[in-house]
């Protein structure tokens, strides 16, 4: 089924990779309306969920210079009915109904809306006959959702609802109590719904409802003779607010990627390679075990590709690179399993593969279980509670982790059970890869080094890591990107077409690596790039200059933030409640001492991630906030498996009537720690491959990725588990 919707579902690419649409809206403010800085930014925040509600992915929103926005929209099947939404006002209202207009006040209607604040609106209806309506008893803002519904047994067909909430509930009762005081057939028994100054619907209220009683319960319904797509459009724009001023689109066009075909290829490359390197050392480890664990994370590629795919999901580069990353992370679950299977053969003796594999499987469950289930609940809730591509992360990665569970536990347990059944692997277990214990475990077996003797000093080690990575973002600071700072966007018309390949080259090579480049209508370039002073503006022109024999400047404006206030708030409430629904999950698996443990863990890798950054002078910009949300899931990840470990033990030895936790943890860490070590280089030769063949697009992204790998992996053995040893003695 997942070939057959890979080869028969187009995937959506983003912006970097394909280009897409652009629309340049500008805003129009009328009298008595603010036009300034605060009003377009709010109007951005509500062009955003349109946006998102058009189901568009990955867009790019963001303020330029005083007055415009530029929204740019990947795959957009229809430019102009998109440039026609996000245009819309869509002020909402609801008034009584004063009567019909005479003809004065027709006069008046015919002048335009409004034409004099003093008086009553005067608007035509469904109809065409003019109404004198009362002012607005309630508009959009006491709205708490509106769907579009389908009705065939009552005729209405389609048809808007609307819940109101809060004092809305209460001002809709009053304004439909109030109407329905008049007699059947008087106008005034009518409530009007008014959208962008046009009635929508003037309905008369039902003779069931009593006079000063009104409609309870908070709802209604909106009849407009609409089909299926007017009454989603209708609904969508009620629900994204209407737009504090008005705008107006004044260029529409189509616009080139913002990443080149170099770095296209580059990131081929590198995933072939790495996912290549990643194969054959499952390979070398498990042999012919480690052979059917690789065809399975091909199969995991192709399911979770189908998904996306199936989803109309937009697929960035970051993206693509966190799902190549992920086929070399889902080696996890399987190295899981035949490390256990390794262990039952070693300890038990089993006289064959085939029963040390049913043992690892069983044994392997909980850890696989508790850790996947984690990080499906940081998934659900980014998804839930955050927008914009932190959103679209929590979608890449929920589809990441179900598609693993499944390679490791349906389709690499169904080849494997196969293969161990077959004669010539009973009679020549070595071939399985299970039938030894390992480098790793070989070693370990001989030094006993005991790691949980001193766990005080490993937490003087991570606080020492803590200081150091605070001072950097103290001392150095952070050099936040353009997506949270906002810059400069120049546009130039050139005299020949500009290939975007050289100009990117040309402007790093002026000093400015991480400008972002686009083609943009015929013999057109727009660069984007942080705050520049006048002298580096002219730095910019003379390189774009350079690539053709003119390069004459068409626009120079300052852009705001394409991660605004809003979405970087959403982001991080998502982000601190998905923690705390972690900890609660894990102090309900485990205990709240270990969860407590697994949570500063985290926390101690997101520090020293960042400090890193500020040292090394890297942008944290949107490619930094995937990789960090990245490195959160591998690091939860890390520590539920040891304390998974921890909790078997502790099962045991109260049978045992060994009470030493000390020991207990270093003996989980110690038995764990192949696992870690076989995960670790698989993700690393992944990674590695990424910042070796990336590109520049890339390099950044991979670097946060190893730092984040090197770090969650220290922290789950020398962070976490001593801050539970600590703990446990503590509470003595």
Known sequence: MSLYVAMSVPVHLGLDLR??????????????????????????????????????????IVRSGGDRIVVELPGVQDPAEAAEVLGRTARLSFHHVLGTATDATAAD??????????????????????????????????????????????????????????????????????????????????VAIVLDDRII????????????????????????????GKARELALLINGGAL???????????????????????????AAVGSTLTALFVIAVYR?????????????????????????????????????????????????????????????????PRSALAAGFRNALSAIADSNITTLIAAALLFLLASGPVRGFGVTLGIGVLASMVSALVITRALADLAVARPGLRRRPHLTGIAHTGAVRDRLARRNPRLMRHPRRWLAASAAALVLAGAGIVLRGLD????????????????????????????????????????????????????????????????????????????????????????????LIALAVALGAQLVYLAARFR????????AALAHDIVILVG?????????????????????????????????????????????????????????????LPRTVNTGTGAALILTALAGFGGDSLTDFALALLIGLAVGTYSSMFTATPLAVVLQERRR
């Open 612 to 672: 890193v950054f500020a040292w090394l002078g890297k942008p944290v910009d949107g490619v930094f906030l995937a990789a960090l949300l990245t490195v959160i899931g591998y690091s939860v990840n890390d520590s539920v498996v040891v304390f998974d470990r921890l909790r078997e033990l502790t099962r045991h030895a109260d049978k045992e009537r060994e009470t030493r936790f000390r020991d207990l943890a270093g003996r989980a860490l110690q038995q764990t």
């Open 109 to 190: 209607a015919a002048a335009g809306p409004r034409p004099d604040p003093s008086r009553p609106p005067v608007l035509p209806d469904e109809s065409g006959q003019l109404l004198r309506l009362d002012a607005a008893v309630l508009t959009g803002k006491d709205v708490e959702e509106a769907a579009a519904r389908f009705d065939p047994q009552s005729g209405a067909g389609w048809h808007v609802t609307v819940e109101f909430k809060d004092a809305g509930r209460d001002r809709w009762a009053g304004l439909t109590g109030e109407a329905a005081c008049r007699p059947t057939g008087d106008p005034a028994r009518r």
């Open 288 to 352: 012919i075990l480690g052979l059917l664990a690789a065809v399975a994370l091909v199969c995991y590629g192709l399911i979770s590709y189908a998904a996306l795919a199936a989803l109309g999901a937009t697929l960035t580069l970051p993206g693509l690179a966190g799902f190549v990353l992920a086929i070399g992370m889902a080696v996890d679950a399987n190295v899981l399993v035949l490390e256990r299977a390794r262990e039952e053969y070693a300890a038990h003796h089993r006289p064959t």
């Open 592 to 599: 709240l001492l270990l969860g407590t443990a697994a949570v």
């Open 480 to 571: 936040f990107g353009i997506e949270f700072t906002g810059g400069r966007q120049v546009e130039y018309a050139t005299a020949t077409p500009v290939d975007p390949d050289r100009a990117r080259a040309a402007l790093a090579d002026a000093g400015f690596p991480h400008a972002v480049v686009q083609t943009s209508g015929e013999n057109r370039l727009t660069v984007r790039t942080g705050q520049l002073t006048t002298a580096q503006v002219n730095a910019v022109g003379a390189a774009v200059g350079d690539l053709t024999s003119r390069a004459d400047r068409l626009r120079d404006e300052t852009i705001g933030p394409s991660l605004g206030k809003e979405l970087r708030r959403g982001a």
């Open 244 to 270: 504090p001023v008005p705008v107006e689109t004044v260029e529409q066009r189509t616009v080139g990627p913002t990443l080149g075909a170099r770095a296209i290829t580059a990131s081929v490359w590198a």
């Open 19 to 60: 280009g897409g649409t652009q629309i340049v809206l500008e805003t129009r403010p009328t009298a008595g309306e603010d036009a300034g800085p605060d009003t377009v930014d709010r109007t951005v925040e509500v062009l955003r969920g349109r946006v998102d509600a058009l189901g568009v992915a990955e867009p790019t």
């Open 201 to 228: 619907s003037s309905p008369q209220v039902d003779p069931s409802v009593s006079c000063g009683t009104g409609i309870g319960g908070g709802s209604t319904q909106i009849n407009g003779a609409f089909d299926d």
